[in-house]
């Protein structure tokens, strides 16, 4: 078939649907996603719907969307995969997307393994789906595969982008049956995400953004998750990843702006899991005509504006469960309900300041006895400023501006020994001669200025200093400088 009959195709079922919802969900799609009023964005997870136009179970299939649809009311639909199984594939691509259609949801797709082995292909879907209302994904030329693009959501109030939603494809099967059933995704896709990553990272005073990425293969990674007690959910079968390791999840681990990866695939899986920092999710399978002992349903993800926190659980007829909130282990009010008052303070510009000492040193109490042999200020921590390589030590001073009330964790990781001390309270200790090592700290603090003091020595052979922080609001980072100010 070609584009103008798909053409034809449209302007039948434009009538079908009627006017009124063709242009309502033309405004919704106009290439703006924003969080709500109240500072959220939903979006229900539809995944392994193996829909057969010819099957009696369809209505089964499109009672449990809509549903879905109508208890939830998500702000975005994305469809992960395995999608319209059975031939006639054109038919059961506009039977499904007409629920969407007439619920007036907008829908993003990205492709499974089953979705082009019978007529149509990968690309012609896309043809098809862009002619569609509703539809926001793109082919995304120029990559491996067909469906990878991005739809940012921005702010409640204003137009700087809050949050990132990327769609991949997963391929289907590797040329080679030597190196698995399943294939992956290939390198050219990964160094897209990594440069669009940089570019919203960018964008945002080189601060990551909240993001989250859907696809229909699971990761080998989905294995690390198995067992572990903050694991939610069930695990039926096996994890039918490919089984070679393309680097994907490394490269989110290193950007660290993806807070969860969202999958289908194995439809007897509908656990969440997370390892190194990233949720790893199965969605609940929704096809009456796939395989699978679940209760058909759907995964509801809901963000929250300017927060690297999502809620997740799963909905079904019988009603909602296997709740998650990320991260498990997030920083809350309940572990230390007394916040630091901020300071008032002016005539502040951007800054550290810091003393510099040399000498042998076992302690960074010490310092407070040794002589300072030069002070001065830098644009942000640094011990470049150190005139040899051991034996020296640096007291840095500064104003940490805080941007919003809450729980925040510092971290130091030095070669020898740190200190971090804010507005006179010990946050982290990781004193005394020893290798690199890392440790950790919290404290709750009010929005607005606070007294920022770390004292660092090194003794002999290698030296090495990071400071960084996180909130539910700013994803572990090294501390940036337009955070620190002087007088």
Known sequence: MKINNINRILILFTMAIGLNAFQNLAAQTSGKFKFRKDHTFKIAQF??????????????????????????????????????????????WIAVTKIFMDAKIPFAVTLGNHDSEREIKRDYIFELLKTLPGFVGEKGAGLFGCGNYTIPVKGSDTESVAAVLYCLDSNDYPKDKRIGSYDWIKFDQIEWYRKTSDRFTALNKKMVVPSLMFFHIPLIEFNNVIGKP?????????????????GMFASLVEKRDVMGLFVGHDHDNNYIGVDHDIALAYGQATGYDAYGKFERGSRIIELHEGEFTFNTWIRTNSGKSDKFEFPTSSKSADKNPFYIPATKVAGLKPGVTFNYYQGSFTSTAELATATILKTGTLKNISIEPAAVQDSFAFEFKAWLKIPKKGVYGFYTYSDDGSKLVIDGKEVVNNDGPHDGKRADGEIALDEGFHQFRLLYFEGDSSNELEVGFSSVSIRECKIPEWFLFTK
């Open 230 to 246: 903050t694991t939610v959910g069930i695990k039926n079968e096996a994890v039918a990843s490919s089984e070679i390791n393309s």
């Open 47 to 92: 995944t392994d719907i193996h829909w057969n136009n010819n099957s009696p179970k369809c209505a089964q299939t499109a009672e449990i969307i809509r549903h879905v649809l109508a208890t939830e009311k998500p702000d975005l639909a994305i469809l992960t995969g395995d999608i319209v199984t059975d031939l006639p594939e054109k038919e059961g």
